[in-house]
């Protein structure tokens, strides 16, 4: 059974010049530790695509279950416990609190999901990303790079399911991109569900999948053309 089902998905606006398709039935499956990545200009409905996912939008038609839980259907409350519990961002900005260290955000992220003993948590996953000696370090006082990983140990934290990524390497240099990648792609291979949306053809590469959407629709779904390629390989 896969982990996020949508079924002939749409999310439309209204607006005074008329209807605004974000999301055009649109059919997906993702399976458990299965990175796909959702490749597409500006405009495209990738974001959209993440939102509806992540319960943060609703789809308007359609069909969207993501690891049994019928969203479109689902009441306020149980959507809440949803986010909590079973899905995690990571966002193009980050989205720290500034007033919080490295150490603190990562801490909420796991005290919001209910991980039991959130300090042992918080410290065990910026190991992982390699910010032991900046946990104490203020957002401000970090990199770009740094600040996204501290985004991707808070979404760890959470010890959730399925793990969204809004242009993840979108504000970094290449080097630190290559790095957040790998972070991903072994979150998949532990076992999460992960799904990456992007610009950045390259980054399809490294890819399980790659559903490419245009004007909310998806164009096509199938490996990265060419085949497959490990992510030190990766060039933009």
């Known amino acids: 059974m896969s982990t996020i089902e949508l079924d002939a998905a749409s999310r439309h606006y209204e607006t005074g010049g008329g209807t605004v398709k974000a999301l055009d039935e649109v059919d997906l499956r993702v399976d458990e530790g299965e990175l796909v990545v959702v490749l597409g200009p500006s405009g495209s409905g990738k974001t959209t ?77 910026l190991e992982s990303v390699g910010l032991s000696a900046r946990a104490h370090h203020f957002p401000a006082q970090l990199s770009g790079g740094e600040q996204q990983r501290v985004a991707i140990a808070r979404a760890l934290a959470t010890r959730n399911p ?41 980054i399809s590469r490294m890819a399980d999948r790659v559903v490419e959407l245009s004007a909310g629709r998806v164009e096509r779904d199938g490996p990265p053309a060419g085949g497959r390629r490990p992510v030190d390989e990766l060039h933009w």
């Open 49 to 125: 695509l993440l939102n509806v996912v992540g319960a943060l939008d609703q789809a308007t038609a359609g069909e969207v279950r993501v690891a049994g839980r019928d969203l479109r259907r689902a009441r306020s409350r149980d959507l809440f416990r949803y986010r909590r519990e079973t899905v995690s961002f990571v966002f193009q900005s980050f989205n720290l609190f500034p007033g919080l260290t490295a150490f603190e955000n990562v801490r909420f992220g796991a005290d919001v999901a209910g991980v039991p003993d959130g300090v042992s948590t918080a410290h065990e996953v």
């Open 162 to 202: 399925v793990l969204l990524a809004d242009e993840p390497t979108g504000e970094l240099d290449y080097r630190t991109g290559v790095q957040i990648l790998a972070l991903l792609q072994e979150q998949a291979r532990a076992g999460r569900t992960v799904l990456v949306v992007t610009h950045n053809r390259e």
